[in-house]
């Protein structure tokens, strides 16, 4: 059967068509893994006919949720269910994170478990396996290894957390001549698709060719199936739907990504990651059964997570139909309890349908991603906590996804609660820059209003304590280059634009978000190479709106990607190859897996990997413009 949906592709809108699985036999409980067992209906515990719960949707501008649905959460089953995962561990009563509070001189941290539980319980703390009443420990830099941290209830109950980073033991990164400026100034490539150990071998090339940094694709725990969306299994898009903030991404565990990270460093490479904290996974992609009575009643099994075996608990509202039978509650939950969030951490659920509208756009749920109300304390300090982790693990900084759809104000607060982290010191070499697309609403977003993000954001981030030198170092992605340079009448300075030619949104088949004319062009689209390598010559001889190529835009991003194949658009990276699939499988179009790392491969060449950054023209360009 068929229906009609709109998903999320990076910042992207595309209105798709999906393909549902057929009716199946059954489920009144069964593992993730067992998606081929037919589903046995519970008719003691699931709706009668093909009715669903209620959503958590409302109506009118405001986007609070209402309080009805605060019982929306602690939905995990507990450890003597058959629906029990491994990485769900005690989640049924039992959540947290760490949060840390490093001093100005990133020596010393104060490592905080910071817990949620549904009932009374009397706990204890573990670091390394000392035990303590306390949930705070202080460690400084003479502790050179990962911090082990672990809750436990006297009743029983644990909690592990994923091991533990401190700044102080990154790989120093190697100086390297050139204009960098203390990572101020540079080139970075985004290399799309491109896993953790293929980015490690690349580290040396990227140093050697003279580029600032990496940026990777999301890290964070995020959206996995054994089942086609679009005839495609896990595409790429998928990324953008976090699960958790745990750093266990479809392109590497966690240790793979410090392990990369650290040789990155070595090499002199910063490496900078895309954070997606707008919104969480997409309304009825997670744990639960499902189904779809727009659809002829069809039904759909669990998703995965990127974390495999270990993978977080995550819920949404939409498109239930059961009564859990562990708690006797509707399983129309909100809640990703790996964070943890809850339904009252959330906007209400409305469509996202008035671009013009500066609330709608704010508290809106982009695409049926559940989004986050980023008002509460809790939320922007959970937020400011993820970035911090992202700065102990080695990141040099990073890009905020979707960050249009965060009230310039929520933003600023963000940012102040991250400095407080950083002990009121943010590092020199840090960056963030913005994905804020500009359409319609462009006056919107750069008159200087509360919700601009130029003179808006930046007067709210002095407000929250942020100095001249911090609000430099925040840019924005500028949507308008290369057709519309100036697009922003003057309100924000060119040191803080970040420009590029081709983008992996504008990839995507009916892609307007830049219609860069016949300034640029994409690649991936039948761009000719030579015309693809002038685009990015021009980026760093002379890019449109330039006026001192020494200084302004000193952030330029260059995308290496990788060929379609066969009209599929997943990433080559085995994981969306068909022979993992395990559900409707026949509608499913596979991607072949290809190395991303080839010795010696040339930019342009053959179908898998696009290596752009590797092209020597772009390279000279590059280097000249760096001085180097």
Known sequence: MLSVLTIFVGSLLLSTTLTVPGVYYAVKSRKHSEVNAPIIYNTDTDLPGCQLHEGVSCQGSSGDMDSKHSTKQWNTPPRNHSRWLSGFQD???????????????????????????????????SFNGTYQSAASRVFDKSFTGRLKVSVIARTGETLVLDDIDFMW?????????????????????????????????????????????????????????????????????????PVSYRLQGRAGSRD??????????????RVYADAVVNHMVGNGNDASFHRNPGAGCTYWPP?????????????????????????????????????????????????????????????????GLCDLDTSKDYVRQRIADYFT???????SGFRIDAAKHIHPKDLAAIFGKFKANMGGNIPEDWITWLEVLTGGEAQLLVRDSEYSFTTGLTREMKAVGLSDTDIEKVKIWWCGYPVEPDNDAGTISRTRKVIQNDDHDQQNDGSSSRDMHGEGCVLVKGCDHNTHRNFEIKLFNGPNGVRDNNNDYPIRLILSSYY???????????????????????????RSYSPAYVEGAQAYAGSDYTRVHRDAAIISAMRAWMKM
């Open 303 to 367: 998703k995965n997570s990127s974390a495999g075996d270990n993978l977080s608990p995550f819920y949404t509202p939409a498109y239930t139909y059961q009564i859990n039978d562990w708690n006797g509650k509707p399983n129309n939950a909100l809640e990703f309890p790996g964070v943890p969030y809850g339904p009252m951490d959330f906007h209400c659920d409305k469509a996202l349908n008035a671009w013009h509208d500066p609330n709608l756009l704010n508290t809106g749920w982009l695409s």
């Open 169 to 241: 033991n990154a790989a120093p990164i190697k100086s390297r001549t050139g204009d960098f400026r203390n990572g101020q100034k540079g080139a970075i490539v985004e290399m799309f698709g491109w896993p953790d150990e293929d980015i490690e071998k690349e580290c040396r090339i990227l140093a050697d060719a003279g580029y600032l940094g990496v940026k990777l694709f999301p890290h964070h725990e995020q959206l996995m199936s054994v089942q086609p969306f679009e005839n495609e299994l896990n595409p790429w898009y998928f990324m953008y739907q």
């Open 91 to 125: 989640m049924s009563v039992l959540q947290g994170y760490a949060r840390l509070q490093y001093n100005a001189a990133h020596t010393q941290c104060v490592v905080t478990v910071v817990t949620k539980t549904m009932s009374s319980l009397q706990l204890q703390y």
């Open 256 to 269: 793979q990504l410090r392990k990369m990270i650290n040789t990155c460093r070595s090499y002199g490479v």
């Open 389 to 395: 982790d992202l700065l102990s693990i080695g990141f």
């Open 564 to 590: 379609f194949q066969n009209g599929v658009k997943s990433i080559p990276d085995g994981q969306s190859d068909c022979s993992k699939c395990k559900v409707s499988c026949e509608t499913c179009r596979s």
